[in-house]
């Protein structure tokens, strides 16, 4: 798989809940963080979102919003309205007036991501995603998201990897729109630079190999310097901490699974022996492989 189907793999994203979100006259409503990824694409009318510290960003009818993870916002009718701190629901809800048809319709919804990688994976993709009706690619999300709907109201047999699929569609297709901010270093904007790219099609084909920063320079046909120089600004780290990084959140989620020796993992990501594994692990992770396994991410100390 190319990098980016790696990393959506390795989140895991399951557990959908998908629902309306109406609203009629003047509201505002406000939500504190939550630790998911939220969604939602605006089916009629238009609202104003606000982050914190940031000015209100119109959305109107077929625009679509991804937040990888949900920071504190508010929701709208108009820029500058009052608004309720409400507490996030899995069922349908309206805003405003109850009486009459509402103005404002959206489809819009959460899910679930493997927290063992979450923080480091989430650092490599963009804070917010907004792709405006007017790119094309949100007639795409509209359809994938009436579908996690679909299958969020039903109960069939094999409902839980039909969502999954599905929500990986979904991300893939959000993070695939060239119209995000370039400046924000990570996975993406990496991708997007074809020399980059081919390091990392590269480091992910074989995470085993010892790479070295003249080999992966090569790759890029760059000198040694002028690959670290723009890896760097790109990517927000060094090529060697970011193949150390993606190793450490393949050992995790091997741990995690429980279903592959140490000296497995050891030898799939690249380290001689399991002794050597466990070696960097503790020192990267502040504890051993076993103990990681045992009690999950809360066993370690940083990433």
């Known amino acids: ?20 979100i109406r609203g009629r006259g003047r509201w505002g409503v406000r939500y504190a963080a939550y630790d998911a990824p939220g969604f ?23 625009d679509f919003l991804l937040l990888p993870s949900t920071p504190p916002f508010s929701l709208s009718s108009h820029p500058g309205a009052e608004c309720e701190l409400r507490q996030p629901m899995d069922i349908a809800v309206q ?15 959460t899910f679930r991501i493997e927290p063992v990688n979450a923080a480091l994976l989430l ?6 995603v907004h792709v405006p009706a007017s790119q094309g690619r949100a007639g795409r999300l509209g359809k994938t998201i009436q579908l996690i709907m679909e299958e969020c109201e039903n ?5 839980e990897m039909v969502l999954q699929r599905l929500l990986e ?32 099609r590269a480091m992910h084909a074989d995470v085993r190999a010892g790479w070295t920063v003249a080999e992966l320079a090569g790759i890029a ?22 193949l150390v990084r993606w190793r450490m959140a393949l050992a995790k989620d091997a741990l995690m699974r429980g279903s592959k020796t140490l000296d497995r993992i050891a030898e799939e990501i690249g380290y001689e022996s399991a002794s050597a594994f466990s070696t ?6 502040g504890c051993s492989p076993g103990k990681f396994a045992r009690g999950g991410a809360g066993s370690a100390t940083r990433a």
Do not use: H
Not at 42 to 53: R, S
């Open 40 to 62: 939602t694409i605006i089916v009629e009318g238009e609202c104003w979102i606000a982050f914190e510290g940031q000015q209100p960003v119109k959305l109107e009818r077929g």
């Open 280 to 285: 960097a692990f503790r020192k990267r992770l």
């Open 95 to 109: 805003y405003g007036d109850r009486d009459g048809e509402a103005d404002f319709v959206a489809l819009g919804g």
């Open 169 to 200: 569609v979904l991300l893939v297709e959000a993070l695939r729109w060239r119209g995000m901010d370039g400046g924000v270093a990570g996975l993406l904007n990496g991708m997007r630079d074809p020399m980059l790219a081919r390091v990392l």
């Open 1 to 20: 798989m190319d990098p980016l189907s790696d990393v959506i793999a390795l989140l895991q994203p399951s557990t959908a809940i998908s629902k309306p």
């Open 221 to 242: 046909g760059l000198s040694r310097s002028a690959f670290a120089a723009r890896f760097g600004d790109v990517l927000g780290c060094g090529p060697i901490e970011y």
């Open 155 to 159: 109960d069939e047999p094999g409902k």
């Open 123 to 128: 650092a490599l993709l963009p804070r917010v």
